[in-house]
């Protein structure tokens, strides 16, 4: 999801392990990023991809229930949804073992495997999350990571928690 001037915010666990990141505009146009911030605590990555100068998304209010659209989806594209419910979210830090809560929807769409890191988006355009997976048990349900932990990741900015160092060709934890 492009989020204003180069940055694109998508799921730390599509990226993590990627030695390129690509990028594809509404117009089809493929791009190579970059990932300059990575918070695998709340699951988010901010890729910067050269040439791409957005206008910053708006963020939503968190909303306990409604209409909305999944864009973006590689799998699904895009796709109608219902926010259920506004939840907390317990899930394991990617990477690693340790369980950290985020806010986040539990939603209903038919989304799968590879719609990570698509958007939700409200009625009027604003941005309610970003998916970041589908249930094991059940194909219309999918969950959400909520605006307020990706305003919370580009507060920091670049380099926050994690950076990729060219040289070695790796994501480093910054210091």
């Given at each position: 999801v492009a989020v204003g001037g180069d940055l694109v915010v998508t799921v730390a666990h599509v990226?993590?392990?990627?030695?390129?990141?690509?990028?594809t505009t509404s117009d089809a146009v493929e791009h190579v990023g970059a990932i300059v911030a990575l918070d695998t605590?709340?699951?988010?990555?901010?890729?910067?991809?050269?040439?791409?100068?957005?206008?910053?998304?708006?963020?939503?209010?968190?909303?306990?229930?409604?209409r909305a659209l999944i864009v973006g989806g590689a799998r699904s594209g895009t796709v109608e949804?219902?926010?259920r419910r506004s939840v907390p979210i317990a899930i394991e830090e990617v990477g690693g073992q340790d369980r950290y809560q985020r806010?986040?929807?539990?939603?209903?769409?038919?989304?799968?495997?590879?719609?990570?890191?698509?958007?939700?988006?409200d009625d009027d355009g604003f941005l309610l999350g970003v998916v970041f997976a589908t249930a094991a048990d059940d194909d219309r349900t999918t969950w959400v990571t909520a605006s307020s932990?990706?305003?919370e990741v580009l507060a920091v900015g670049r380099g926050s928690e994690y950076h990729c160092d060219e040289a070695l060709s790796k994501i480093v934890r910054s210091e």
């Open positions: 990226v993590i392990g990627a030695s390129t990141v690509h990028a605590r709340r699951d988010l990555a901010l890729v910067s991809v050269p040439g791409l100068d957005v206008s910053p998304v708006v963020m939503a209010d968190s909303r306990v229930a409604g949804a219902d926010i806010d986040g929807y539990e939603v209903e769409a038919a989304t799968g495997r590879g719609d990570s890191g698509a958007g939700l988006f932990e990706i305003e």
